[in-house]
């Protein structure tokens, strides 16, 4: 559960940090011409303001996942595996995915597309940056992955757990997969 926690609290924290440290920057640049005109007691204002918004945008996301991990206390999470942003458990999959804390049973899982790069045909030596996208009941989950045979292991996986799974640009032949099957993935260049 700790190794869970840490992968979508970094998730969440590569979201905000951008915004958080230049945020810091502006408030304490702005400090010292505070006292000088009005104009940079405004800029001050205005970046105390972009820094107290983004500090608050992010307490408030930690909350949500506070109440995130609750959810996940039920679950089996001795055996899993790690793609990017998702982590592949036994019953389901948990993911920090467009911006959101995400867990989806497979059984739930209605449609899986795997979005290939098309760079990789036209430009020799261009790799990575291949997607697939995972829509369930209300729930969507979009994974990048290195290379088209994680992506084709990962829609096996998949169907392995659900059959009623309809899939989209899968191009190898339905292979059982079990969860020992799959790796941990990072995309490490998306360029």
Known sequence: METIKKIIN???LNTYVFNLVLGFILVVITLFFVNQNDFAKILFGLSVAYFG???????GKASILKKFYKSLETEDTKDYRIVEN?????????????????????????????????FEKTR?????NHKIFI???GQEVLIPVKDESIAQKIMNFLETKNA???FQHKTIS????????LDNYSVKTRF
């Open 124 to 128: 020799p030596g261009y790799q990575g």
């Open 164 to 166: 009623n799974i309809q």
């Open 53 to 59: 918004l983004f500090l608050s945008l992010y307490s």
């Open 174 to 181: 339905f292979e059982e997969t079990q969860l020992s099957d």
């Open 10 to 12: 970094k998730a969440m």
């Open 86 to 118: 998702t982590i592949f458990l036994t019953d389901c999959l948990v993911s920090f995915s467009f911006n959101v804390p995400v867990k989806i049973s497979y059984k739930d899982i209605i449609l899986v597309r795997h979005d290939p790069n098309v």
């Open 135 to 137: 829509k369930a009941n």
